[in-house]
Every structure is written in C-alpha cells, then in structure tokens.
C-alpha cells in the first residue's frame, strides 16, 4: 500500500473571488433583454458614467477543486488537490489558504501567466453576476501533471478548462490505480456529447449534472425526468446526479430513482459555489458510510456502485446540508460544513426523500 495515497484528491481550478456588495438594480424583461443578447431575460442594472459607493470588497478563495477540497478536508480526510496558479500574489494567496485548510497542495505554478480571479457583482437577494478573468486557471498539460504523486482511494474532479485528453490520462491512471471516481464535467466537457464521454462515465462511480446539462447532454426535454435518467444510466456505470435547485436533487442507480428536498435557509446570502459544496458533500457522505462499514456489496446494485439506499440517503442529507450552509454566508466555502457540524446541529436530521422504480 501506498503510504502516501490520499482519501481524496481532488482536481480542477482555483481562483480568487472578489466579491462587491450593492444593491444594484435587477431588471427582468424576458422578452426584450433576450433579443438583446441576455439569454436570462434578466440584467443587473447600474447607471453609466456614475460614481457607485459599494461595501467593503470580500476577498475569498474558490473554484471547484479548492472548494471540494475544503469540504473533505474539514471531514477530517486526507486531502490532496490538483490545480494550477500564476506566479504572482493572487497564486500565493490561493496556496496560503490550501494549506491552511490542511489540504496537501499539488500545484503547477505558471511562470507566464496570471492566477484566476472572478469578480462578483452580488445584491441583497444573493442574485450576482460574475466576471471572470480566467488566466492560467485550467490550462495544464499533460507534461505538468505529477503522475508519481497521484495516489488516492476517491478523486473527485470538477473540469472546468482543463483540456478533456488531460482529465482521460489523468482517470485513466487513476482508475488503474484503484481510485473511485466522481466527476462533475464542465460546459467545455458536456459539449463533447455523450457518445465521446461514455468511457470516462463508465469509470465514474458519481457523475453530477445540473438539470440544464442533464437535459442538454441527453438530448431530452428538460422537463422529463425519468426519460433523461434512463438515457444517463445506459452510460454511468455508478449513480447519476441531477441537481435542480431550489427543488432539490435526484439520484439514480439505474434501478431506483431517489428524489430530495432541500434544506430550508435561514437567508440567502450568495449561491456562489452551492454547487462544490453539494457535489463534494455527497461524496463525502459516501466516504463516511464506507468509513463506518456500512459498506454494501448488494448485488441488485450495479456492479460498480456499491450505494445502499440508506448510503444514498445519507449522502444526500450531507450534500444538502452543505449546500443551504454554503448558501447562508459569503463566498463559496465560508459555510462549508464539519462532520461535527452536520451530526451536532438538529437543523441537518430530517430531508424529505422519496424514491421509485425507474423500470
């Protein structure tokens, strides 16, 4: 056994997040703004060549890898994260809160270019635009990746810009190596269309879509559950994913279909990074189960899966939780939960949970 291996690694981006707090104006106009170029029929509104007073600017840490990594390490799991950052302050400050999470940083530094950032317009609803200045967040190279330090028994990998034959090398050895596999792909990924994705799905044993991706990957009316399942489960060999919103999420095994609620916010704040904190918080939920050897091997569950219900249902609390936690404070791992704090407070006990057959 690899002495070094990780409980999680994860990979994809960090970047820094500067959030500017206004109470800028939201206009909804779906039939004008769409003609427009404003694909939402919505825009956030603020008066040309005025002077704009804005609260103090927030500056915090995010992106998907980091976030991830924050929740599995507040878990208490040993935790590695792959990504890279400019050789500038912004890339020292990501690398400075790496570690103060105690997540071990496996970071290429780019010489040439500069770190991720995004900027974020947020009003009083927790309604934000965001302006990203990409940088050399995602672009790493097969000749970048440190292949001997890729030791880990989960990899959980957010895509975002990393080039699609960087994330297939970097699973496929993973994989070999006995990693367990979750994957939420980015819009760059999806665009490749399922047929090119069905072999790194088929490794996958957690593949996370929102409801649009799923919709849009599948081919099938956004409004069609099942349908959109079914498609999804000819290509994932473990569970599928499909987050929803405020209307909560829904898993499948390719057997069963599991449908959540969500946990009640106390405020909105910023949905920046409710996503990670979902994602990252199942898996975690799936770590603690197997931790505790509540382990099923149940051979009505697909081969690769290895998910009990009452293992999904546990993730799925676990990744709520996280979600509204993350929703209720500013930036997008601030909230992010402790095992501590999911099993201690009375608030995270109780998620409506319904399940049925798919076939």
Not at 97 to 115: A, F, G
Request: proline fraction near 2%; aromatic fraction near 12%.
């Amino acid at each position: 056994m690899n002495k070094n291996k990780f409980d999680v690694l994860t990979i994809g981006t960090a970047t820094v997040d500067v959030f500017i707090k206004n109470d800028f104006k939201t206009i909804s106009d779906f039939r004008h703004l769409s003609l427009l170029g404003f694909k939402t029929g919505k825009a956030q509104c603020f008066s040309l060549g005025s002077k704009i007073e804005i609260a103090e600017p927030f500056v915090s840490i995010g992106g998907g890898a980091f976030n991830a990594a924050v929740t599995f390490a507040r878990h208490g799991f040993k935790t590695a994260t792959l990504f890279n950052i400019g050789d500038d302050y912004w890339g020292k400050l990501i690398l400075q809160n790496t570690k103060k999470e105690k997540i071990t940083p496996l970071v290429i530094v780019d010489k040439k270019r500069s770190s991720g950032q995004s900027f974020i317009l947020l009003n009083k609803t927790g309604e934000r635009t965001v302006l990203v200045s990409r940088g050399c967040s995602g672009q790493i190279t097969l000749k970048e990746i440190p292949y001997d330090k890729l030791f880990a028994s989960w990899v959980y990998v957010a895509s975002g810009s990393i080039p699609f034959p960087v994330i297939e090398r970097v699973l496929s050895l993973l994989k070999k190596r006995g990693a367990k596999i979750a994957l939420n792909p980015s819009k760059d990924m999806l665009e490749k269309g399922i047929r090119r994705l069905r072999k790194i799905f088929n490794w996958c044993q957690v593949v996370f879509l929102n409801r649009e991706e799923a919709s849009y990957l599948t081919g099938i009316n956004y409004l069609k559950t099942k349908e959109i399942f079914k498609k999804l489960d000819e290509s994932v060999s473990g569970v599928a994913v499909m987050t929803d919103g405020e209307k909560g999420a829904y898993v499948s095994d390719g057997k069963i279909l599991y449908q959540a609620g969500v946990f009640k916010e106390k405020r909105v704040v910023d949905r920046t990074g409710a996503g990670d904190a979902f994602g990252s918080g199942f898996v975690a939920g799936l770590l603690e189960w197997e931790k505790k050897n509540f382990f099923s091997k149940d051979k009505n569950y697909k081969k690769n899966g290895f998910f009990d219900q009452k293992q999904i249902f546990y993730a799925l609390k676990k990744a709520s939780a996280n979600a509204t936690s993350v929703i209720e404070h500013l930036g997008a791992n601030q909230g992010i939960l402790t095992a501590k704090d999911f099993s201690h407070q009375k608030r995270w006990k109780n998620l409506k949970i319904l399940i049925k057959k798919l076939k």
